[in-house]
């Protein structure tokens, strides 16, 4: 990476970090280019020299979170599930990166669950539906009815869990949820 590539960057990272503060604190439409510069640290041409409106920044926001978290597992393309043992998001293989993201990013994703629209949350998730966990479920379940059931209760139960512990700062240990989640969905290597 060149210098003025890594310090393109940097300020694009930078207006990133201070859009996602000061979501925190308002919606989206109160949110001027003057707020996001001055928290970021840089002028507001900077600003322009990246993007042309929030909007195009907080699309980038959405979209380096969404590769960060890809990027968490060691697999960049969905698992082959082919046993109960490769259960995507029920073992440790997947649930540890998983849970390891969330809680480098909670700040962030306290934010997705307050303001899913803003996220794209249920594009995103949408997207895990399809490409993970239904092929993942039709492995094990037939019957069509049944599949569109559980994965609503695995997805919500997850999920839920998940926002919970972030809810909770992440304080409970990242090996103790994952043995929470198993519990829940009753997931055990053996049966």
């Not at 990133?16 to 001027?32: R, S």
């Not at 640290?41 to 042309?52: E, K, M, P």
Request: with cysteine.
């Amino acid at each position: 990476m060149k210098k003025n590539e890594s310090k393109y960057f940097y300020s694009s990272e930078l207006m990133n970090q201070a859009l996602l503060e000061l979501l925190e604190k308002k919606d989206v439409e109160f949110i001027t280019v003057t707020e996001i510069a001055k928290k970021a640290g840089v002028n507001r041409s900077t600003f322009y020299l990246h993007y042309d409106n929030i909007y195009e920044l907080l699309e980038e926001t959405v979209e380096r979170l969404h590769k960060e978290f890809i990027g968490s597992f060691e697999e960049k393309t969905p698992p082959k599930i082919s046993s109960k043992e490769d259960a995507f998001l029920i073992t440790e293989k997947h649930l540890v990166p998983y849970l390891n993201f969330c809680k480098k990013n909670r700040r962030a994703l306290k934010l997705v669950h307050q303001k899913p629209h803003l996220f794209q949350k249920n594009a995103v998730r949408k997207g895990m539906y399809d490409k993970i966990f239904y092929p993942a479920i039709s492995q094990f379940v037939c019957e069509e009815n049944q599949k569109i059931y559980i994965l609503e209760f695995f997805t919500e139960g997850v999920v839920g869990i998940v926002y919970k512990w972030i809810d909770l700062d992440c304080v409970t240990p990242i090996e103790e949820v994952v043995e929470i989640i198993k519990n829940c969905v009753g997931y055990s290597a053996t049966t």
